[in-house]
C-alpha cells in the first residue's frame, strides 16, 4: 500500500464530481491510500495569479503545508494542479524570498508554516512510474476495446512535473490505455490548452481552442477522448456543443475523465462503463 495526501482539485467535488466517483475506488484496487488534506483550499487556478501572484503562492503554501503535515507527498487528478502545485514548489525551491513571504503570511493566518521539501505528482504518472503498468493490466476487467484520445492539456507538461515521461511528446497515457485493453489513437493537440482560466473573459476564443482539440481527436478516429485534466474536462464535455457552434466545427464524441475510464476497466461502476460504450457508437460515429 503507498499512501499519498490526495488533493481534489478545484472542481473534482464541484462540478466534476464523477472523477471523485471513480478515483477511491481504482486506487483502493492498485493498492493506493489517499490521505485526506482537511480543509484544503483551491488552488487559484493561475486566475489569481493574473492578479496577484502572492496570494496564489500563498494559497498553495497551505495546501502543501497540510499535506506536510499529513506526512505524504500529493496526488491529485487535475493536471491543473499538478502544474499550479509543482511551479509553487518549484518557485519556493529556487526562491528563499519568495518562500518566506508566503510563510510570513501562513503563519500569521493559519499558525502553519511550510518546508516545500514534498513532492507532488498526477495520478497518471503514479500510476505508471509507482505502480507500473504490469499491475495495472492484471486488474482490468473490462477490456476497453475503444479507440482512444488521450489529452493531457499544457499545464503539467513541462520537465519534473510528468514524472518519467516526455514533456514535449507524452506518452504515458497512450501507454496506460495500452495496459487496460484500449486502442489509443495520436492526434496534434493532445497538449494544446483549451483556455479554462478564461473561459468567462475570452468566450469565443475559448471556444474555438476547445473546438480545435475536439475536431482534431474526432478526426483522428477516436471514439472517445480522454482528459487528464478536471478544469480541461468541463470544456471538452459540457461545452463541446457550443464550441462547435462558435468554431463551425464537429465536436461531437464523448469526454470521460482519466479517473473514470481507469475505474471502470478496473471493474468499477459497470453500468456507467456500459453507457460509455454506448455513447462512443451513438455520439462518436
Known amino acids: 500500500m503507498v499512501k499519498y495526501s490526495y488533493y481534489p482539485g478545484n472542481v473534482a467535488?464541484?462540478?466534476?464530481?464523477?472523477?471523485?466517483?471513480?478515483?477511491?475506488?481504482?486506487?483502493?484496487?492498485?493498492?493506493?491510500?489517499?490521505?485526506?488534506?482537511?480543509?484544503?483550499?483551491?488552488?487559484?487556478?493561475?486566475i489569481i495569479k493574473q492578479g496577484n501572484r502572492e496570494l496564489q503562492l500563498a494559497l498553495n503554501a497551505r495546501n502543501i503545508a497540510l499535506a506536510e503535515s499529513n506526512g505524504h507527498d500529493i496526488i491529485t487528478a487535475c493536471a491543473s494542479a499538478q502544474g499550479i502545485l509543482?511551479?509553487?514548489?518549484?518557485?519556493?525551491?529556487?526562491?528563499?524570498?519568495?518562500l518566506a513571504n508566503a510563510n510570513r503570511v501562513l503563519e500569521k493566518t493559519t499558525g502553519m508554516t511550510v518546508s516545500g521539501e514534498i513532492s507532488t505528482n498526477h495520478?497518471?504518472?503514479?500510476?505508471?512510474?509507482?505502480?507500473?503498468?504490469?499491475?495495472?493490466?492484471?486488474a482490468v476487467v473490462n477490456p476497453l476495446d475503444?479507440?482512444?484520445?488521450?489529452?493531457?492539456?499544457?499545464?503539467?507538461q513541462r520537465e519534473g512535473a510528468c514524472g518519467g515521461d516526455d514533456a514535449w511528446n507524452p506518452n504515458y497515457m497512450e501507454q496506460l490505455i495500452t495496459a487496460l485493453g484500449g486502442n489509443p489513437?495520436?492526434?496534434r493537440t493532445k497538449t494544446s490548452s483549451v483556455g479554462n482560466p478564461s473561459l468567462l473573459s475570452l468566450g469565443d476564443s475559448v471556444m474555438k481552442m476547445t473546438a480545435r482539440v475536439l475536431n482534431d481527436a474526432k478526426k483522428s478516429g477516436a471514439q472517445v477522448l480522454v482528459s487528464a485534466c478536471t478544469q480541461s474536462h468541463s470544456n471538452l464535455d459540457s461545452y463541446q456543443g457550443k464550441a462547435g457552434r462558435v468554431a463551425s466545427k464537429d465536436t461531437n464524441i464523448p469526454v470521460v475523465h482519466l479517473s473514470e475510464i481507469v475505474a471502470f476497466a478496473l471493474g468499477h461502476f459497470p453500468d456507467r462503463f456500459a453507457q460509455l460504450r454506448t455513447r462512443a457508437i451513438i455520439i462518436g460515429s
Open 13 to 46: 467535488r464541484q462540478s466534476s464530481f464523477e472523477v471523485e466517483d471513480t478515483i477511491q475506488p481504482l486506487c483502493k484496487s492498485l493498492g493506493i491510500e489517499l490521505i485526506e488534506m482537511v480543509g484544503y483550499n483551491s488552488d487559484g487556478g493561475n
Open 123 to 138: 495520478l497518471l504518472h503514479v500510476l505508471v512510474d509507482e505502480i507500473g503498468l504490469d499491475k495495472v493490466e492484471a
Open 185 to 187: 489513437v495520436e492526434f
Open 146 to 156: 475503444l479507440d482512444i484520445a488521450c489529452y493531457y492539456g499544457p499545464h503539467m
Open 86 to 98: 509543482h511551479e509553487t514548489l518549484d518557485t519556493f525551491q529556487k526562491d528563499p524570498i519568495a
